[in-house]
């Protein structure tokens, strides 16, 4: 198996450009609960190939948020990701055997409305944050991340309905979201995608984002779960509003100069 240091349809002055982003966007993540990892796709669609986009962007995400996981273990709720495991496997599984592109707008409508309703909506019936609730809601992202790559701020809303304190939020949404991403590596690896010309790239993008996580971490301590929870909405209701407009876009229901 041949590696490179860079795939040829990378320059170096790009390469090094995203992995200052990646330094900034694990630092939002681990501060503010969310947003990093879609903010980091939408800067890596302008420049990497479409086929590389979201297999690289998820093993990036995977060490990146393994990294996050492995600096707040203790604040993990366990139970949670016991419940969410096993839906991860299910979603996956039914994704690799239908592996195509869906509609981008609908997709990016889709997510933006269920993430705007999770965090003004009224709150979920308890039962939604039960085994089933947390497996159905596991499968079905873990299902869709294949296609889109950007369920992130879905699954974040859904574990900040869970719970009230900012440590345990961040912790097991990265413990969740490290779940989501380990079955790409499997999936896009069978579809034929080589990812030994990405290896060098995405390995330094995680080293990146693990000083940007600790940075993050430091910031957090410093808020209080109240400050944090406000926060946290209001990150992820600009991700939800941008994922509106571009559906729109997408869509043609409007136009964007450009």
Known sequence: MEMTLLPDSLPPGIAVFLLACSVLTSMITASLGAGGGLLLLVLMAGWLPPAAII?????????????????TWKHVDWGVIAAFAPGVILGAGLGSLVLVHLPEYLWQLTIALFVLFLCWGPPLPKGAFGRPGIFLASGLTSFAS?????????????????????????????????????????????????????????????????????????VLRTMNNQKFSLIFNITLTALALRLLWLSGVTAGWWYWPG
């Open 55 to 71: 297999p690289v962007h998820g093993m990036i995400q995977l060490g990146s948020n393994a990294g996050r996981m492995s600096l």
């Open 146 to 218: 294949l296609f889109v790559g950007a369920t992130g701020p879905l699954v974040a809303a859904f574990v900040k309905q869970i719970h009230r304190d900012r440590f345990t939020t961040v912790a097991t949404f990265a413990s969740a979201m490290t779940l989501q991403h380990l079955p790409k590596a499997l999936v896009f690896t069978l579809a034929g995608f080589v990812f030994s010309d990405w290896l060098v790239f995405i390995l330094a993008m995680i080293v990146c984002g693990f000083a940007g996580t600790w940075l993050g971490l430091h």
